[in-house]
């Protein structure tokens, strides 16, 4: 599986850390920035990342801002992208399980790394389940599309 990394600023620490975690395990990573502390705009890199999804570049995204919350609003407003915000485990798990979620939002000065690098395992290694999920997940795809209007 071939993950996109983003982040702003407020991130680029955590994403850095994220990059060699996940290089290590052999999971490849295109990084779409940014590339150093020096402040940035996070839509930009909210975008980015998505965008290499949408692309089918990578089959994943995980995106860094400071609390994770403009990073993650911004993913989110490109179609086909799920983006979970995740401070725990649990919730990283049943974002794949239940939400299917093809992006994952970290708060790089809110969860600290050795938290931050274990909701990335559980993130990676967790499938969809499926089933009655699945016509969930269709339905935000229909508010998507405006068809539940
Ligand atoms: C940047 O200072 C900060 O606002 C950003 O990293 C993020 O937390 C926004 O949601």
Same mark, same amino acid.
Request: hydrophobic share 10%; net charge neutral.
């Given at each position: 599986m071939k993950i996109a990394l983003g982040s702003d600023h407020g991130g680029f620490e955590l994403k850095e850390i994220i990059k060699a975690h996940l290089e290590e395990k052999g999971i490849e990573v295109v990084d779409c920035g940014? $590339?150093?502390?020096e402040s940035v705009d996070y839509p930009e890199f909210g975008y980015k990342t998505a965008k290499a999804i949408i692309d089918g570049v990578c089959e994943r995204g995980i995106v860094v801002c400071g609390t994770g919350i403009g990073i993650s609003i911004s993913a989110n407003k490109v179609k086909g992208i799920r983006c979970a915000l995740c401070g725990d485990c649990y919730s990283a798990r049943m974002s794949r399980e239940?939400?299917?979620? $093809?992006m994952l939002a970290l708060g790089g000065r809110v969860t600290g790394r050795d938290l931050a690098l274990e909701i990335v395992d559980v993130w990676c290694h967790t499938e969809f389940q499926g089933g009655r999920h699945e016509r969930r997940v269709n339905k935000i795809s229909d508010i998507e599309g405006n068809n539940m209007i």
């Open positions: 940014t $590339n150093s502390s239940h939400n299917n979620a $093809n």
